[in-house]
């Protein structure tokens, strides 16, 4: 259901940048379900470039009962810009969740006129993507835009409002990229170090994914995958209380 966007994606990343790919730890790129009636594969993609140090993204193939397209693009420490975050789940085909945002790293006035009202026009276009849903996982003022894409919508719109709108806002997140000035300021430089570490952190501690994951693929599986693939800089729960 999400090919086209996956294709998308690489297309734009490959005419746009130098890619190389960025290892994925060994038995973490690709994993097949034989657990119930619908297998699952899931399989996962990693590359940088010099202005974005981790582009990963990930899809699951559990035919008709789910398809989910996950992505989260980290730019390299010397660019202070949002991370782009992409999340598209659909439950038989008929349970459609989509989440599309820049993820400010901070909240500070100076930071949202920057790289987050220039989206204020595409959240526009798109009002029946904004629905205005209450998150049950996270804070949505924290790591998320006031011009976050969040609906439940069906199979037709996704493939028409959504697919447009996930090219708008990846143009958009383009050109804000292009124009970045790099940083050469040690303390602001381990200020985005930090901050993108933060977030890793915040999303491993609440990924509601992470269930999904174990049901398919195994609790030991999914844990690997949680904290040494999707967000590697996090540390697990119990090794942190263990400090």
């Given amino acids: ?8 994606l690489e297309k734009s990343l490959i005419d746009k940048f130098d890619l190389q790919r960025r290892e994925i730890p060994v038995g973490l790129e690709t994993n097949v379900s034989d657990r119930g009636r619908n297998p699952a594969t899931i399989r ?3 590359y940088q470039c010099p202005q974005l140090r981790k582009i990963r993204y990930t899809y ?6 789910a398809q989910i397209f996950n992505s989260v ?6 660019f202070d810009l949002p991370l782009l975050g992409i999340d598209f789940l659909s439950f038989g085909r008929v349970k459609n969740l989509i989440v599309l945002d820049f993820q400010p790293l901070f909240q500070d006035e100076s930071y949202q006129q920057k790289y987050i ?3 204020r026009t595409l959240h ?5 993507l904004t629905q205005g849903l209450e998150m049950k996982f996270y804070d949505a003022n924290q790591y998320f835009s006031k011009y976050l894409l969040f609906a439940k919508t069906d199979q037709e719109t996704v493939s028409t409002k959504v697919f447009a709108a996930f090219k708008d806002y990846l143009d958009l997140y383009w050109q804000l990229l292009a124009h970045a000035t790099p940083l050469t300021n040690s303390e602001q430089i381990q200020r985005i170090v930090k901050a993108q570490k933060d977030y890793d952190q915040y999303s491993a501690d609440r990924d509601p994914a992470s269930g999904l994951f174990s049901s398919y693929f195994g609790h030991a599986w999914s844990e690997r995958f949680l904290y040494e693939f999707l967000f590697e800089d996090a540390v697990p729960l119990a090794v942190a209380g263990n400090r």
């Fill in 73 to 78: 693009i980290y730019p390299n420490h010397n």
């Fill in 44 to 46: 996962s993609w990693c």
């Fill in 124 to 128: 526009e276009r798109y009002p029946e």
């Fill in 60 to 65: 699951i193939d559990a035919g008709e009962s």
């Fill in 117 to 119: 009202y220039p989206l």
């Fill in 1 to 8: 259901m999400y090919q086209p966007f996956l294709e998308h």
